[in-house]
């Protein structure tokens, strides 16, 4: 019980741009390791 809330604190306390720059790096090392 206080482990979902921690996990759900953490989900709602990161930023939205913060997570499209994550997904963005990401994809950006997927591409260079297939090229």
Do not use: C, D, E, N
């Not at 759900?8 to 090229?35: R, W």
């Amino acid at each position: 019980r206080f482990g979902a809330k921690v996990v759900q604190g953490t989900q709602t306390g990161v930023p939205q741009s913060y997570l499209y720059v994550f997904g963005a790096g990401l994809l950006f090392v997927v591409l260079i390791l297939l090229i």
